[in-house]
């Protein structure tokens, strides 16, 4: 596979996997996450970010036997992985800037009563 290409054509991206086009333009829109392009003649083209798309949902449908259904909640999951972590982690950031104004009032309180 090149990957110094910015887009694939559907006739490259079938030939990856080995299947037909037109199960690529059924997954295409099955699978809201991948991003049609088209060139100026109409014919679809897919970047890198749609070939690992690709990859995930034919190793979850074609290799690992998943239905549709399950390939989309799979994939849904692996998505919202990153998001739940960022929030989590920003939680953390507001309770130890939380923590932090406490101990500096606590500070400042002690700081005074010894004055």
């Known amino acids: 596979m090149q990957t110094d290409k910015l887009y694939y054509t ?7 996997y080995k299947v037909k086009h037109s199960l690529i333009r059924f997954w295409e829109k099955e699978f809201a996450i991948i991003h049609l392009h088209k060139s100026s003649k109409g014919n679809r083209l897919f970047t ?9 949902i ?3 449908v074609k290799v690992q036997g998943y239905t549709l259904e399950g390939a989309k909640k799979a994939l849904k999951i692996k998505e919202e ?5 960022a929030l989590k982690s920003t939680q953390k950031e507001e309770e130890l800037k939380k923590r932090l104004i406490e101990l500096r009032l606590k500070l400042k309180q002690l700081k005074q009563s010894l004055h």
Request: charged content about 30%; hydrophobic content about 45%; glycine content about 4%.
């Open 48 to 56: 890198k970010k749609d070939l690992e798309i690709f990859e995930k």
């Open 81 to 85: 992985l990153p998001l739940v972590s």
């Open 10 to 16: 559907i006739g490259e991206v079938a030939s990856m």
């Open 58 to 60: 034919y190793q979850l």
